[in-house]
């Protein structure tokens, strides 16, 4: 099986920072599409960034110009520096990985969250 593990979250005030991190770890043969998603209360899930093993990234026009996605093929882990947070940033973020598992089974494996809380 795999397990993703996500670090990095916490309460920080308008216009500060956070780096959250997840590492993926288990019965894996290659990590492919690493991604962010994030829930507010009351509001859907929404896809914040992802990136290819290629190092491809795509973000949501609300992140554009403030987060950034980023990994490590080494390690499988996967990385979302964020800055310039603002309250509509707080959420629940996840972190979710396409993952080829060693019995070569592609499925997308997901977090438990971490907690994004930004203060006025």
């Known amino acids: 099986q795999v397990q993703l593990v996500e670090s990095g979250g916490g309460l920080v005030q308008a216009g500060g920072s956070l780096r959250l991190s997840c590492a993926a770890s288990g019965s894996i043969f290659i990590v492919r599409t690493m991604v962010w998603y994030r829930q507010a209360p009351g509001k859907q899930r929404e896809l914040v960034a992802s990136?290819?093993?290629?190092?491809?990234?795509n973000y949501a026009d609300s992140a554009k110009g403030r987060f950034t996605i980023s990994r490590d093929n080494a390690k499988n882990t996967v990385h979302l520096q964020m800055s310039s947070l603002k309250p509509e940033d707080t959420a629940v973020y996840y972190c979710?990985?396409?993952?080829?598992?060693?019995?070569?089974?592609?499925?997308?494996?997901w977090g438990q969250g971490t907690q994004v809380a930004v203060s006025s």
């Open positions: 990136i290819t093993r290629e190092g491809s990234t």
């Open positions: 979710g990985a396409d993952v080829t598992t060693t019995t070569i089974i592609t499925g997308r494996y």
